[in-house]
């Protein structure tokens, strides 16, 4: 059989012979098909083996026969073994291994069973549904043309098969491969036959799960039908296949919608996509850009044009914000470009509806949208002179928009003349590619600049500087009640790490009675970094109430309640993905955890088709983003090809996006490309200006290119000389604690360590992610001062400031880095009260560990004969700071008591306990159970005495214990 003819209009000629034989659908009656008997092959060679007296041949046909008659019996495994042999002596026989391939199948064994279906294909045979297996292995194989060909021999078959739903899978998946070859008219021609599907069947068949798979498939099938139409300018027959793709489950989405709203309108009936569109508004769907691009194309063809955005403006918005400005949007795209523009600009400045930051980006970046480059940077400067808050959004927006972002502070400084704005955008884009060039030194007394300067003078280390501008705000009078001097203050607070200072005044604002979702994401977050993840979780249950229509509400409550989460709760997590579900249907939240969910199930497959749309949608989303690169790393595990091109060609497209560029570089790096992996960073960089992914250069260059000195020095170029930020202090800490090996030639590295870590503000609040490496850093300090510690000119000094450091901010140490510290501290001579701290903070973060702690302690003193100093500190560390008994620091109080052997020790013992009121408590605790021993008086020091006195004779220590 000649393969598929590589022109549409013979493949074409092939579906119409198909169609003139089509069989009857529902009705088909059951009809018995003849069983084609085995066709051996009669060209046998001469010499061949006989084995019992039968020849190859006749052997090979009585093994086919046993076998079928044990695959009618279940017998698939006996049945597979012996089609084996038989193939074996037959090779070229098609009957032979299309028998293999159905007992195969029969067993589960699809890949095998596939190969078996492709030899009796490429031998010949003609039988259809044998066919239609051989070209769904070829489909899932990647083999469009030989799946093709398969497809179209298994429906010209003669006769036509008896089954109806053989020709219905063959037809429905050539459709799709013709679609994916280029042939549009052959495969829509194909796709519409395949998918007259019966509602039902008498007919046995062996196509179950094949015919199952089209069913379920159905909407997406349909709307490839519908896509494919479009592309011929067939719109009428397209809008017909939306519309039955949107009524079924899986096609019911946004999407569809949009599609059938495009076909209607491009087929001359604007009316009803405008009634469609109206429809979808009022069902609380959100709007993308496609669907904003409908709004206002059936808006000009309707007459008049405000027509569509008067209906709009009628709908309610339930009081959420995420739908006010869905409304707003849609409104805006079916007005003229002059209504549309004074709708967005008035509520941009409606200081009075509160909007949120999400919903401020997508008003100001619909408003733009109408201007050039140049023209933007005068429209959003004015945003800024009205409402100096809306600085930060504004410059983010003119360097994602503009086609060469690297030009945008050049038309910033020649295109802004007022000095306020001017240097309000140049800060916030200083920010924005983390330049740390710029302060603001003009003497601005707007809060939102005051906390901008705040932002800038943080990045850069100048701690003085931002305390002195925090005053500034402070001393706002605030009594009018507006939130503008509260949220710099916050923002300010926030820029500086005062996380603690931040929470009130944040929570001032969430408690008012018209909060915006975004005071309480803000507090949410503030709680949880100051360790009140119950009130965080409680920000979140409000914020989600007052807008169901937010996804981020969502994501930050599936973050917070997830498996990683501070609260991780399953039975939460579900219902907020209900919630979601239902609310929000079509997001693209959902549809992110699907595929994630997809993706953590280990089905690749399906998987790859739901990311593989999200990133056609939106490439530049950070969800979708992160859901590519998860995808990206098991594709590379299962050693499967990484789609890097759509993700190049995205990022050309959006020159801003440093996502795409991430995205792009670890997909390299997963392909063993590290080299081109830097040289897309750099490319980026050199067109955008923006050094955001030089930490990303960084970790290529020290993991995968294993050069930790070349990393080294390109993060001191990055950070700079002092003062630092605290995150750059942190990445030095980090850095140089990497390089400590254990020589002298890296000694000095930990006073490096030290020195970063005293830059960081006493007051500052550590993030998590701060304290986790910082912790690692001085755990790195403390294996590098365990192996020198004894050698001739160590120095213990900056060991034990970073350990003092840690101690001071509550950062985790480890118990032998605890004990390190112990022993260091006894080794430098340290008063009592140093080692008496550091001991407590040891046995304060393991409590479970406080007998070892205080055994190390007591005999590290005794060892530099500090008896004295050891008996002090225990007698204090026996007592926790509610003035209770730690037991196991009391057992080594008691042991150090025993080897001294003095009855003084013993009287200060018992002395001490009684002034604690401790007494009985602790003669319970030490006392032998059982006998004369339960009937003592355990409040009497005479009772403790006695018992010392047994210990003590029991210890051998002898003279002392009268």
């Keep these: 059989?000649?393969?598929?003819?590589p022109d549409d209009e013979q493949a074409r000629e092939g579906l119409a012979d198909v169609m003139r034989s089509w069989p009857a659908r529902a009705d088909a009656q059951d009809s018995g098909a003849p069983s084609a008997a085995p066709r051996v092959n009669a060209d046998a060679s001469e010499d061949a083996h006989e084995e019992d007296g039968e020849s190859p041949h006749v052997r090979a046909l009585r093994l086919y026969a046993e076998a079928r008659q044990l695959v009618d019996a279940g017998r698939q495994s006996r049945a597979i073994s012996l089609l084996e042999e038989a193939a074996g002596l037959e090779p070229d026989s098609p009957e032979i291994w299309r028998a293999l391939g159905d007992a195969r199948r029969a067993a589960g064994f699809e890949a095998s069973s596939g190969v078996a279906y492709l030899k009796a294909a490429d031998l010949g045979l003609g039988e259809p549904e044998a066919l239609t297996f051989a070209g769904l292995v070829a489909k899932k194989r990647d083999e469009p043309e030989r799946a093709a060909g398969l497809f179209i021999r298994a429906l010209r078959a003669e006769p036509p098969h008896a089954d109806p739903l053989v020709s219905i899978v063959a037809a429905a998946n050539l459709g799709e491969v013709l679609l994916e070859l280029g042939r549009v008219r052959a495969?829509?021609?194909?796709?519409?036959?395949?998918?007259?599907l019966p509602s039902s069947t008498r007919t046995p068949t062996n196509m179950g799960d094949e015919i199952s798979t089209v069913y379920r498939r159905r909407g997406e099938l349909l709307t490839r039908l519908g896509d494919g139409w479009c592309r011929l300018g067939a719109f009428e027959?397209?809008?017909?296949?939306?519309?039955?793709?949107?009524?079924?489950?899986?096609?019911?989405?946004p999407r569809v919608r949009t599609r059938l709203i495009y076909a209607l309108r491009r087929a001359g009936r604007p009316a009803e996509a405008g009634l469609l569109l109206v429809e979808e508004l009022r069902s609380g769907a959100g709007l993308d850009a496609e669907s904003l691009s409908a709004l206002a194309d059936t808006a000009s063809?309707?007459?008049?044009?405000?027509?569509?955005?008067?209906?709009?403006?009628?709908?309610?918005?339930?009081?959420?914000?995420?739908?006010?400005?869905?409304l707003l949007l849609a409104r805006a795209a079916a007005l003229d470009t002059r209504h549309a523009r004074r709708i967005l600009e008035q509520a941009l400045l409606d200081a009075d509806r509160s909007p949120t930051s999400a919903a401020r980006r997508r008003l100001l970046k619909a408003r733009l949208a109408f201007e050039q480059p140049d023209s933007r940077i005068r429209v959003a400067a004015a945003f800024v002179a009205e409402r100096p808050a809306l600085a930060a959004v504004s410059a983010t927006l003119l360097f994602e928009l503009d086609p060469q972002p690297g030009l945008v502070r050049s038309r910033v400084e020649r295109g802004v003349r007022d000095p306020a704005v001017r240097s309000a955008l140049l800060g916030e884009l200083s920010l924005l590619l983390d330049d740390r060039g710029m302060i603001m030194d003009a003497p601005f007394e707007d809060p939102a600049m005051l906390a901008l300067g705040v932002a800038l003078a943080s990045a850069r280390g100048l701690w003085d500087e931002a305390d002195r501008l925090i005053g500034r705000i402070e001393a706002i009078d605030a009594g009018d009640g507006s939130r503008v001097r509260d949220d710099a203050l916050i923002r300010a607070y926030e820029a500086v790490q005062r996380f603690d200072a931040a929470l009130p005044v944040c929570r001032g604002l969430a408690e008012r009675p018209a909060a915006p979702v975004d005071d309480l994401l803000r507090l949410s977050a503030l709680s949880h970094l100051m360790g009140e993840d119950d009130a965080s979780g409680e920000a979140l249950d409000r914020a989600l109430e007052i807008d169901p229509y937010d996804e981020r509400v969502y994501r930050a409550l599936i973050a917070f309640y997830g498996p990683n989460g501070p609260k991780p709760d399953v039975e939460r997590t579900t219902e907020i993905g209900r919630t979601l579900r239902e609310q929000l249907p079509s997001s693209r939240l959902l549809r992110q955890l699907v595929a994630g969910e997809l993706l953590r199930r280990g089905l690749l497959d399906e998987a790859s088709e739901r990311i593989s749309a999200l990133l056609r949608e939106d490439p530049t989303d950070g969800g979708t983003v992160e859901v590519v690169s998860a995808w990206w790393r098991m594709l590379a595990e299962a050693d499967r090809e990484i789609p890097l091109e759509f993700v190049r060609g995205a990022a050309e497209a959006h020159p801003a996006s440093s996502g795409l560029v991430r995205l792009l570089a670890?997909?390299?790096?997963?392909?063993?490309?590290?080299?081109?992996?830097?040289?897309?960073?750099?490319?980026?960089e050199a067109r955008t200006g923006s050094r955001v992914l030089r930490t990303l250069a960084e970790r290529i260059t020290r993991e995968t290119l294993d050069d930790p000195a070349g990393a080294a020095a390109m993060v001191e170029e990055r950070i700079g000389p002092p003062p630092h930020a605290i995150d750059d202090s942190v990445d030095l800490a980090s850095l140089y604690a990497g390089l400590l090996d254990g020589t002298t030639k890296t000694e000095s590295k930990a006073a490096g360590v030290l020195a970063a870590l005293r830059e960081i503000p006493a007051v500052a609040v550590l993030t998590d992610r701060q304290r986790s490496v910082l912790s690692e850093a001085v755990g790195e300090v403390a294996s590098h001062a365990d192996r020198r510690r004894k050698e001739e000119g160590f120095t213990s000094i900056p060991a034990l400031g970073c350990f003092d450091w840690a101690a001071s901010r509550g950062l985790a140490l480890a118990p032998a880095t605890h004990a390190l510290r112990l022993a260091m501290l006894v080794d430098s001579g340290a008063d009592a009260d140093t080692i008496a701290a550091a001991a407590t903070d040891a046995i304060e973060e393991y409590p479970d560990s406080a007998q070892g702690f205080a055994r190390r302690v007591v005999d590290l003193l005794r060892d530099a004969s500090r008896s004295g100093d050891a008996f002090d500190w225990i007698a204090d560390a026996c007592f926790d700071d509610a003035g209770g008994l730690r037991p196991g620091v009391l057992n080594e109080?008691?042991?150090?008591?025993?080897?001294?052997?003095?009855?003084?020790?013993?009287?200060?013992?018992?002395?001490?306990?009684?002034?604690?009121?401790?007494?009985?408590?602790?003669?319970?605790?030490?006392?032998?159970?059982?006998?004369?021993?339960?009937?003592?008086?355990?409040?009497?020091?005479?009772?403790?005495?006695?018992?010392?006195?047994?210990?003590?004779?029991?210890?051998?220590?002898?003279?002392?214990?009268?």
């Design 1 to 5: 059989m000649a393969p598929l003819p």
């Design 187 to 196: 495969g829509c021609e194909a796709l519409r036959m395949g998918l007259d």
């Design 237 to 253: 027959d397209a809008a017909g296949a939306y519309r039955e793709a949107a009524q079924t489950p899986a096609g019911n989405t």
């Design 301 to 326: 063809r309707l007459s008049p044009r405000s027509l569509l955005a008067d209906v709009i403006a009628g709908i309610d918005d339930g009081g959420s914000v995420t739908r006010r400005v869905d």
């Design 666 to 684: 670890e997909g390299l790096v997963l392909l063993d490309h590290p080299a081109e992996a830097l040289e897309e960073i750099d490319r980026y």
């Design 893 to 962: 109080w008691v042991r150090l008591v025993l080897q001294e052997g003095t009855a003084r020790s013993g009287a200060a013992f018992i002395d001490t306990l009684k002034s604690r009121g401790r007494l009985a408590e602790a003669f319970d605790l030490l006392r032998p159970r059982g006998g004369i021993w339960d009937t003592r008086d355990a409040s009497s020091p005479a009772e403790m005495a006695y018992l010392l006195a047994q210990y003590a004779v029991g210890s051998g220590v002898e003279g002392e214990h009268e």
